[in-house]
């Protein structure tokens, strides 16, 4: 079947309109997500409070578990737009912003113009990448330098020109200072496939051991990590290689690695509401073999996807640098889809899924043992009211109407389902979550700003407190006539205090009198 004459002027809007719901509006009208966000924030925060931007500590303490660039460019956020949720996102939303037309621009190039619209549609419209861009963590950055470096590998492979070779180069650097090695790790793997699979060895040779390009490498990335070597000695070298495997469990927002038998689940669920074009591109990949750069592109997400467990990943932002390819290579099948409707199923169902929690809410409450989740999901339960089972109706009902309205190409189709799918993630299912998880951290943090309280953290791990507080808090066993932020459930019958705060769960109060063994005994740890 032929497709239909493509009108750029006609579909640039919906696609604008796109990177506008999913990166930047109602940015900053949700609280921080501990521990990721709250964590990676608060070492801004005190970047500049401390204004020393070489060391990288949280809550004054050596957190040297990502090299600084993220910071810098939140810290430089701040001093534009102030400290606040959108200050610290919009590096990520700008990043994501120029992924997306990088991705862009190198389709249009190397197929056309339908191709690449298709493309960056399926981008800015997935699941996974619309979290990423409107997260305050590095992911957004680090994905964005990971993929112009490697679509510069492949220009360099396709015109010979060395000026690509640096510029790749430059941008596996940038990575690196972004967040660690998997950013020249992945590029020299894919080079290794590709150009053998081609039998490029002298061009192999020449992009490996190009002095201006290891010079270019050298002058961004050695400065910071000498000078770190120099200020903490051997105990930085253990984390010289920055994978996110090495990263201390605490500080992270699963808190175990991620099974490997779950990324390709991950990225299935990554890719909604387009994850049908996804099995549909694995069904006719033997097809576009012969083209060189689907090639590239599928040895690019093999590797990205081979190599996770060696990056152990305990967020699924982490899956994030498998997608780029993808939304290329679905962008080729777009077009051979035999039935529209194959395409809804999937969003429907996770829709629809979401229109049962108000209901399956109390039963999974009820069969959790541990106390605080089951007191989040019971206090979350208030957030599914009327108005929420109203608009995931009316999205449910559209987009199982929009199949088969004919008139419409199936270009606009897409367009239509990736604004609505977007729209409702940003505006009702993410402040949902923020409200039940994070809104009563905030409101205890500006409680203590407001009110100049000197709060300890006992058995909480909420980053974000200490910059809502805008104030460090020492982390430790309460005492009498400490201020403590905790949860409620460990407050037992051998404590005395007075109530400051308390909302979902999560407590500020004044310790009036506690038993010798909570006050010494008691785990003062962050949980």
């Not at 049962?356 to 208030?382: C, F, H, K, Q, W």
């Not at 460990?490 to 407590?507: A, C, R, T």
């Amino acid at each position: 079947m032929k497709p239909r004459p493509f009108s750029i002027s006609k579909h640039l809007p919906v696609l604008f309109i796109l990177i506008f719901l999913g990166f930047f509006a109602h940015l900053g009208n949700m609280p921080l997500f501990d521990a990721d966000e709250g964590a990676y924030s608060e070492v801004t925060r005190e970047m500049l409070q401390n204004q020393d931007f070489t060391s990288v500590q949280l809550n004054g303490m050596p957190f040297p578990h990502k090299p600084p660039l993220f910071y810098w460019a939140q810290a430089a956020s701040i001093k534009i737009v102030g400290l606040d949720e959108f200050g610290l996102r919009l590096p990520s939303a700008i990043a994501a912003l120029l992924w997306a037309l990088s991705l862009f621009l190198f389709t249009r190039r190397y197929y056309d113009t339908r191709t690449a619209w298709h493309g960056a549609l399926f981008m800015c419209a997935s699941l996974l990448v619309t979290l990423v861009g409107r997260s305050a963590t590095p992911e957004a950055l680090f994905n964005l330098f990971l993929t112009l470096a490697l679509l510069n590998i492949y220009r360099f492979y396709h015109g010979g020109n060395k000026r690509h070779i640096y510029w790749s180069f430059m941008f596996a650097a940038l990575g690196v200072l972004t967040k660690g090695a998997l950013a020249i790790l992945l590029p020299v793997a894919v080079s290794l496939a590709f150009f053998s699979l081609k039998k490029r060895w002298r061009q192999l040779l020449v992009l490996f051991c190009n002095p201006v390009g290891l010079m270019v490498f050298g002058l961004i990335v050695i400065p910071w990590y000498l000078g770190e070597f120099m200020l903490h000695g051997e105990a930085f070298l253990s984390d010289l290689l920055m994978l996110p495997g090495m990263e201390d469990y605490q500080f992270n927002f699963i808190g175990f690695s991620l099974p490997y038998s779950s990324y390709l689940l991950f990225i299935f669920i990554g890719l909604l509401p387009f994850s049908a074009l996804f099995i549909k591109a694995v069904f006719h990949i033997g097809k576009q073999m012969s083209d060189d750069l689907m090639q590239f592109l599928f040895i690019w997400f093999l590797l990205a996807f081979l190599l996770l467990p060696l990056a152990q990943p305990k967020s699924i932002f982490a899956i994030a640098c498998c997608l780029p390819p993808l939304f290329i290579i679905m962008a080729r099948v777009a077009d051979i889809l035999l039935h529209p409707v194959a395409l809804f199923i999937w969003p429907l169902l996770f829709i629809g899924l979401l229109l049962l929690m108000p209901y399956l809410a109390p039963y999974i409450a009820g069969s959790i043992e541990n106390e605080l989740v089951r007191e989040a999901i019971t206090a979350g339960i208030d957030y599914f009211d009327s108005f929420y089972k109203v608009t995931l109706g009316t999205v449910l009902l559209l987009l199982a109407v929009l199949p088969f309205i004919k008139p419409l190409p199936p270009s606009l189709k897409y367009g239509i389902l990736g604004l609505l799918f977007v729209s409702m993630v940003n505006f009702l299912v993410l402040p949902i979550m923020a409200g039940i998880l994070q809104q009563p951290v905030k409101s205890a943090g500006l409680l203590a700003k407001k009110e100049k309280l000197a709060v300890i953290k006992w058995m909480i791990d909420s980053p974000s407190f200490n910059l809502y507080a805008e104030k460090l808090t020492e982390v430790r066993a309460p005492r009498a006539g400490d201020i403590v932020l905790t949860k409620s459930a460990y407050l037992g019958k051998d404590i005395q205090y007075e109530m400051l705060f308390e909302k979902q769960g999560v407590v500020l109060v004044r310790i009036m009198k506690i038993s010798a063994a909570e006050s010494t005994g008691g785990n003062g740890g962050e949980r």
